[in-house]
């Protein structure tokens, strides 16, 4: 039993080896040797046993330069790293997605190259307290996608996926506001979310931003100026944990203004 575990050992050891180390090659005689390779390739990539699938893509651009698979070759080199998802690996998979831009610039799968372009700086977003650097480049590159690739069948998805990084960065932006908030400083917390409806209107969670404007205003004795906020909420909101707050703010603030127009006159 000893022995028969030591050879299979010694089996599994050399077969991870051999996919580690070296290209895997087709068999002597194969009639369409790249597309062996780029089939193997695909069907490990389908499997997710990324190191494997990449040997197979990189021995098809490296030893058939003229062939047709190859750009698609370079885009599955291009998913293994992002499979591995890794700090290393997300680099050189922006580095495969960026050359076949450069290499492939009317290619019929640039939409797709682009569009992982833009998702491999999204995976590595961190959430809405801490540094935003890979947000804003999910953004940018995404955005590329969404302009440039309007008939592509990724729009929908690419869309989403813009929405969800501008969402993050937006609530960065909002948790500064409120956090100003939460210190009475009222004209910080203004600038900052006034700022961020300028930057990002459909910004999902856009209530908290018009309910905290409008309690800025209102706390700094300006109701005129927070009514707008609070009935855009009341008015683009059927639902908000805000809503019945902001309807008895406007409630409040209205009879206030009629009473000093009765004043008046």
Same mark, same amino acid.
């Given at each position: 039993?000893?022995?028969?575990?030591?050879?299979?050992?010694?089996?599994?050891?050399?077969?991870?080896?051999?996919?580690?180390?070296?290209?895997?090659?087709?068999?002597?005689? &194969?009639?369409?040797?790249?597309?062996?390779?780029?089939?193997?390739?695909?069907?490990?990539?389908?499997?997710? =046993?990324?190191?494997?699938? =990449?040997?197979?893509?990189?021995?098809?651009?490296?030893?058939?330069?003229? &062939?047709?698979?190859?750009?698609?070759?370079?885009?599955?080199?291009?998913?293994?790293?992002?499979?591995?998802?890794?700090?290393?690996?997300?680099?050189?998979?922006?580095?495969?997605?960026?050359?076949?831009?450069?290499?492939?610039?009317?290619?019929?799968?640039?939409?797709?190259?682009?569009?992982?372009?833009?998702?491999?700086?999204?995976?590595?977003?961190?959430?809405?307290?801490?540094?935003?650097?890979?947000? =804003?480049?999910?953004?940018?590159?995404?955005?590329?996608?969404?302009?440039?690739?309007?008939?592509?069948?990724?729009?929908?998805?690419?869309?989403?996926?813009?929405?969800?990084?501008?969402?993050?960065?937006?609530?960065?932006?909002?948790?500064?506001?409120?956090?100003?908030?939460?210190?009475?400083?009222?004209?910080?917390?203004?600038?900052?979310?006034?700022?961020?409806?300028?930057?990002?209107?459909?910004?999902?969670? =856009?209530?908290?931003?018009?309910?905290?404007?409008?309690?800025?205003?209102?706390?700094?004795?300006?109701?005129?100026?927070?009514?707008?906020?609070?009935?855009?909420?009341?008015?683009?909101?059927?639902?908000?944990?805000?809503?019945?707050?902001?309807?008895?703010?406007?409630?409040?603030?209205?009879?206030?203004?009629?009473?000093?127009?009765?004043?008046?006159?």
């Amino acid at each position: 039993m000893k022995g028969t575990l030591g050879v299979v050992m010694v089996a599994v050891a050399m077969t991870l080896s051999a996919c580690a180390g070296g290209a895997l090659k087709p068999p002597t005689g &194969t009639p369409e040797p790249d597309k062996f390779l780029f089939e193997r390739g695909s069907d490990a990539l389908n499997k997710r =046993r990324w190191l494997v699938a =990449r040997e197979y893509f990189r021995e098809l651009t490296d030893t058939y330069p003229q &062939t047709p698979f190859r750009a698609d070759a370079k885009l599955g080199i291009g998913d293994t790293y992002i499979g591995e998802r890794t700090a290393e690996s997300y680099v050189l998979a922006l580095n495969e997605f960026r050359e076949f831009l450069n290499f492939y610039p009317n290619h019929k799968r640039g939409d797709y190259a682009q569009y992982k372009l833009g998702m491999t700086h999204f995976y590595q977003m961190h959430s809405a307290d801490r540094d935003q650097t890979e947000t =804003r480049e999910a953004i940018r590159e995404l955005t590329v996608f969404v302009e440039r690739y309007a008939s592509s069948s990724l729009l929908e998805e690419g869309k989403q996926h813009l929405r969800e990084a501008r969402d993050r960065l937006s609530q960065y932006e909002y948790n500064v506001g409120y956090h100003y908030f939460r210190q009475r400083w009222y004209p910080g917390a203004v600038d900052r979310l006034e700022a961020l409806l300028k930057s990002d209107p459909q910004f999902t969670h =856009r209530d908290a931003v018009y309910f905290y404007l409008g309690e800025s205003y209102f706390k700094t004795k300006n109701s005129a100026q927070a009514l707008p906020y609070y009935d855009k909420l009341v008015q683009e909101f059927e639902q908000s944990e805000y809503l019945v707050e902001a309807q008895k703010r406007v409630e409040l603030i209205k009879a206030e203004l009629a009473k000093k127009a009765e004043t008046v006159q």
